[in-house]
């Protein structure tokens, strides 16, 4: 079993800055991507960002330029720093994690969720 522990959302101010943070633990053999998705009341969740394993990285329009996701491989954690954030930005975020337990054994993990907030 792999558990997703994520921080750091919160309050903000239109043009402000949060960091979101994501580390996974539990029975990982490698990891493959990781990405980042929101869902905001009333809408469907969406794919904010993702990186692969080899550092490559997929970002939504409506983030590209203000959004940086970044990974730290040794502690198996997944970052993504917001900047000039936008009422429109408001949602629940949720880690993904994807990879293997061993050689044959799969997973696909979400986190529970962090809530971000832009006031105008």
């Known amino acids: 079993q792999v558990q997703l522990v994520e921080s750091g959302g919160g309050l903000v101010q239109a043009g402000g800055s949060l960091r979101l943070s994501c580390a996974a633990s539990g029975n990982i053999f490698s990891i493959n991507a990781m990405g980042w998705y929101r869902q905001a009341p009333g809408k469907q969740r969406e794919l904010v960002a993702t990186i692969m394993g080899d550092g490559s990285t997929n970002y939504a329009d409506s983030v590209k330029g203000r959004f940086t996701i970044s990974r730290d491989n040794a502690k198996n954690t997944v970052y993504l720093q917001m900047n000039s954030l936008k009422p429109e930005d408001t949602a629940v975020y949720y880690c993904?994690?994807?990879?293997?337990?061993?050689?044959?054994?799969?997973?696909?993990?979400w986190g529970q969720g962090t809530q971000v907030t832009v006031s105008s």
């Open positions: 993904n994690v994807n990879g293997r337990r061993g050689l044959i054994s799969r997973f696909d993990s």
